[in-house]
C-alpha cells in the first residue's frame, strides 16, 4: 500500500549504496510515530539497517538534539543519518539533505539548525539540497509528519541509489541554518560556562575541555543560582568520595560534574543550558565565595 505513494517506477536499483540509516528524533515511544518512520523505509529499502540513536530528545529541543548528533557524529556508521526535531513543520523553513565527505554519508532533516554542528564536526558539507521533488515523497495527509512523509522517503531513496540532486534543487551549503552552540566568557575574573547536556545519570556536561581549565588551578570553586563548591579533577567516577563534587574528562572529551553513584545535576540544582562560574580558589582548600547566577532567559 505504502509503495504506491512513491510511484512503482520512480527508482529500480539493485544495489544498495547506503547500508545504514541512522534516526534520531525528539518522537519518543509512547505514539507511533517511530514504528511508521521505520516502515516507511523498510518498504522503499527492505535490505538496510536502521539505527535508532535515541528518540528521547526532549520535544522540539533542537539544541539538544544538534548536541546529541554532534557527540554521535564521528562513530555513526556511514551511510544516511536522519534527524527529525522539527518544530517548525509545516512553515516554510526547508527540508534538506546534506552530503559529507563528498558522498560518505548524507544527513537528512530540517534546516533549523539540528545537522549544523554534526556536519561540521565531519569536516563540513560537500553538497546539500531542498527536498522538493515529490517523486520521492509520501502523499500528505497533512502538514504535521514531514518525518514520515518526506524526511524518511528521502532517507531510503538515497540508500537504494538516488543522487542527491534528484531530491531537488542544489542550495549553498554555507546558508544552511548554524547550530546555536555556546560560547565560553570570562568576567570578572571568573570563567561562565554553560551545561550543554546532562545524561541519564545526572552527569553534567559543560561547553569546556580540560585544556579550558588549564589556568583555573586544580582544585578550583564552581558558583550555580543557589551553591558554591570546591571542585577537583578527577580520572574516574570512583574516584570520587561519597558526596563529592568531581570534574571529570568524558567521552566526548568535555568535562563533566559529577557524583559517584548519584545525580550531580540534582545535588547542584542544575539543568541544560544554565549557567555556572569557574573561580581559582585563593584561599585554603575547600574556600571559595558564593555568586549568585540567573538562569538565561
Keep these: 500500500m505504502l509503495r504506491s505513494g512513491f510511484g512503482p517506477t520512480s527508482v529500480s536499483f539493485v544495489e544498495v549504496r547506503y547500508s545504514t540509516i541512522s534516526f534520531l528524533s525528539d518522537f519518543g515511544h509512547q505514539d507511533e510515530f517511530v514504528g511508521v518512520v521505520h516502515s516507511v523505509i523498510r518498504s522503499i529499502a527492505p535490505e538496510v539497517g536502521i539505527v535508532d540513536l535515541t528518540h528521547g530528545i526532549a520535544p522540539h529541543d533542537v539544541r539538544a538534539g544538534a548536541l546529541a548528533l554532534a557527540r554521535s557524529a564521528q562513530y555513526v556508521c556511514p551511510g544516511v543519518v ?161 558526596g563529592e563534587v568531581g570534574a571529570i574528562v568524558d567521552s566526548s572529551g568535555l568535562i563533566s560534574l559529577a557524583l559517584n553513584g548519584t545525580s550531580a545535576a540534582e545535588h547542584l540544582g542544575l539543568s541544560a543550558s544554565d549557567e555556572l562560574r569557574i573561580d581559582k580558589i585563593d584561599g585554603p582548600e575547600g574556600t571559595s565565595t558564593p555568586v549568585t547566577l540567573s538562569r538565561p532567559e
Excluded at 99 to 116: F, I, K, R, W
Excluded at 119 to 140: C, H, I, W, Y
Design 82 to 242: 536522519l534527524g527529525v526535531i522539527d518544530p517548525g513543520v509545516g512553515t516554510d523553513r526547508k527540508a534538506v539533505a546534506v552530503e559529507v565527505g563528498n558522498g560518505v554519508s548524507v544527513l537528512v532533516g530540517p534546516d533549523n539548525g539540528l545537522l549544523a554542528s554534526a556536519v561540521a564536526m565531519v569536516g563540513g558539507a560537500s553538497r546539500a539540497v531542498q527536498l522538493t521533488n515529490e517523486d520521492f515523497q509520501l502523499p500528505k495527509l497533512g502538514t504535521t509528519f514531514d518525518g514520515r512523509d518526506v524526511f524518511a522517503p528521502a532517507a531510503a531513496h538515497l540508500c537504494m541509489g538516488v543522487d542527491l540532486a534528484e531530491l531537488g534543487p542544489a542550495i549553498d551549503p554555507s546558508a544552511l541554518t548554524p547550530g546555536l552552540l555556546p560560547i565560553i566568557d570570562t568576567e570578572d575574573g571568573g570563567l561562565v560556562v554553560e551545561v550543554l547536556w546532562i545524561d541519564r545519570y545526572g552527569n553534567v556536561q559543560l561547553n569546556i575541555g580540560p585544556d579550558d581549565l588549564a589556568d583555573w588551578g586544580n582544585p578550583f570553586s564552581i558558583s550555580t543560582r543557589d551553591r558554591s563548591e570546591t571542585v577537583a579533577m578527577k580520572p574516574a567516577y570512583r574516584s570520587l568520595a561519597t
